[in-house]
Nanobody, 116 residues
Framework: VQLQASGGGLVQAGGSLRLSCAGS????????MGWYRQAPGKQRELVASITSGGSSNYADSMKGRFAISRDNSKNTVDLQMNSLKPEDTAVYYC???????????WGRGTLVTVSS
C-alpha cells in the first residue's frame, strides 16, 4: 500500500486547509484510513480516522473543527480543517490500517503551519 498526501501549507489562525491522501497498491475494502499529526517535540497523535463503511472517529480537540471524508471508489481520504489554531501546526501523516493484515501504512508527511 502506498499513500500520497497533499494539501499542507501556511495559513493564518482561523483559516482553513484541506488535506488529501490517495492510496494505491492494494484493496482498501477492509482498511481504515486516517490522519495523524506530529508537532515538534511531541508524539504522533491521531487526528481522525474513517472506516470503509464510513464510521469516523476524531480526537477530542478536533471535533467540530475538522471533518474527515473518504471516497472508496478512488481510495482517497480527505481532511477538511477549519478554525485552525497555532497549536494545529504539525506534520500531518496519512495512515491506512488493514483490518486483515493488521498492518499500518504511512504516507509522507505534509506540513501544516498556522500562524497567529
Amino acid at each position: 500500500v502506498q499513500l500520497q498526501a497533499s494539501g499542507g501549507g501556511l495559513v493564518q489562525a482561523g483559516g482553513s486547509l484541506r488535506l488529501s491522501c490517495a492510496g494505491s497498491g492494494g484493496s482498501f475494502s477492509f482498511v481504515t484510513m486516517g490522519w495523524y499529526r506530529q508537532a515538534p517535540g511531541k508524539q504522533r497523535e491521531l487526528v481522525a480516522s474513517i472506516t470503509s463503511g464510513g464510521s469516523s472517529n476524531y480526537a477530542d480537540s478536533m471535533k467540530g473543527r475538522f471533518a474527515i471524508s473518504r471516497d472508496n471508489s478512488k481510495n482517497t481520504v480527505d481532511l477538511q480543517m477549519n478554525s485552525l489554531k497555532p497549536e494545529d501546526t504539525a506534520v500531518y501523516y496519512c495512515n491506512a490500517y488493514s483490518l486483515l493484515s493488521r498492518k499500518n501504512s504511512w504516507g509522507r508527511g505534509t506540513l501544516v503551519t498556522v500562524s497567529s
